[in-house]
């Protein structure tokens, strides 16, 4: 179901900076705005970002995002080992009556 | 403190019914639509759908459309999802979660999940 493409992996060392990719199309990213969550191992999503790039109440600066057309990225500066969990891209979608799609999902891996 | 709660973990068999719930507190929960979201056994995130308590609209991903059903009880701030017949590949973690028209509705609050198990 995800229409949303991402990398499944990605690491880093600790204090390095890392790099997320969501590929979408014109009638998600292209069209809506960006959302990304992460999942820490065994717990519920939390929200990370909204409006392609704003952090909510309680969201580190270390947690920046952009959009450019149909794709979006998320990085993570000053990489820390509390970082090491599932990373989702999400929009809503036009093209299939408000629906909501989530990326595939990148695993981060704090080395 | 604004929070979701999910009912128990699940476990039943294959054609059986089952009704899953998710309390809302901290907030005004007719406010804000709920959305569910399905997370299979080291798989990703889908959506199955919203409601919104205030009166039950309800939004369904072709994917779940005709196996789930929404519902929402604003009396005692309670969404639930639903399923008439059960099948082994409903196993999976089911979340519900808040969407927030002030951050471009962008779930912000999670419940804790609930796990559902089907097998015979």
């Known amino acids: 179901q995800s229409v949303l493409t991402q990398p499944p992996s990605a690491s880093g060392t600790p204090g390095q900076r890392v790099t997320i990719s969501c590929s979408g199309s014109?009638?998600?990213?292209?069209?809506?705005?960006v959302f990304w969550y992460h999942q820490l191992p065994g717990t519920a999503p939390k929200l990370l970002i909204y409006?392609?790039?704003q952090r909510p109440s309680g969201v580190p600066d270390r947690f920046s995002a952009s959009k450019s057309g149909t794709s979006a990225s998320l990085a993570i500066s000053g990489l820390r080992s509390e970082d090491e969990a599932d990373y989702y891209c999400?929009?809503?979608?036009?093209?299939?009556?408000?629906?909501?799609?989530f990326g595939t999902g990148t695993k981060v891996t704090v080395l | 403190e604004v929070q979701l709660v999910q009912s128990g973990a699940e476990v039943k068999k294959p054609g059986e019914s089952l009704r899953i719930s998710c309390k809302g507190s901290?907030?005004?929960?007719?406010?804000?639509?709920i959305t569910w979201v399905r997370q299979m056994p080291g798989k990703g995130l889908e959506w199955l759908g919203r409601?919104?308590?205030?009166?039950?609209?309800?939004s369904y991903s072709p994917s779940f459309q005709g196996h789930v059903t929404m519902s929402a009880d604003k009396s005692i701030s309670t969404a639930y999802l639903q399923w008439s017949s059960l099948k082994a590949s409903d196993t999976a973690m089911y979340y519900c979660?808040?969407?927030?028209?002030?951050?471009?509705?962008?779930?912000?609050?999670w419940g804790q999940g609930t796990t559902v198990t089907v097998s015979s």
């Open positions: 979660a808040r969407q927030t028209p002030n951050l471009e509705n962008a779930l912000d609050v």
């Open positions: 901290g907030y005004s929960f007719t406010s804000y639509w």
């Open positions: 409601i919104d308590p205030s009166d039950s609209y309800t």
């Open positions: 014109s009638s998600n990213i292209g069209t809506n705005y």
């Open positions: 409006r392609n790039n």
């Open positions: 999400a929009a809503w979608d036009d093209s299939l009556s408000g629906l909501y799609v």
